[in-house]
């Protein structure tokens, strides 16, 4: 990203953090938060790994040798935390990821990784769902790619209009799963989303 802004230093960011510390209302010199601005610049980098990561990189060492196995894969229930980029609070949730190969495959540690790659960034739940398929889709080519993610937005449960238990769920088709209702039909089976099993 050639326009992206300069990378502030380590000290920068922890003075950032203790200016927040202040407009909290509290001492940033007290001793219970002293280390604080060390400790949350060390949990940014991990809450935020996901830009010093390629998702196609994960998903170029495929599989062929699968004995012409086109049928539906999937991966359900790859838990997620991410932080919407409005609030930079948390968004906790699940994906499925599901796609019809055309001779090739992907280990499924690898959608997993994808799912964390673009979690592991500031996002909005539908950006994120559509990045997911599209890096399926570009990567791997197959016939078609199902994405469903649920999650559940801290912005709103813990502020706001404070509503716990619920969840969000968006999803992206594309391909096969997109033209076809049968299919889509198939996967939406295959997650069983919101049953609550
Ligand atoms: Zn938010």
Redesign the pocket.
Known sequence: MADTPRKPSREEAEAAIRTLLSWAGDDPGREGLLDTPKRVVEAYGDWFSGYGEDPAEYLKRTFEEVEGYDEMIVLRDIEFESH?E??M?PIIGKAHVGYLPDGKVVGISKLARVVETYARRLQVQEKMTAQIAQAIQDVLQPRGVAVVVEGS?E??TTRGVHKRGVSMITSTMLGTFREDARTRAEFLRFIDVGSGR
């Open positions: 919407c409005h609030h609070a937005h912005c709103m």
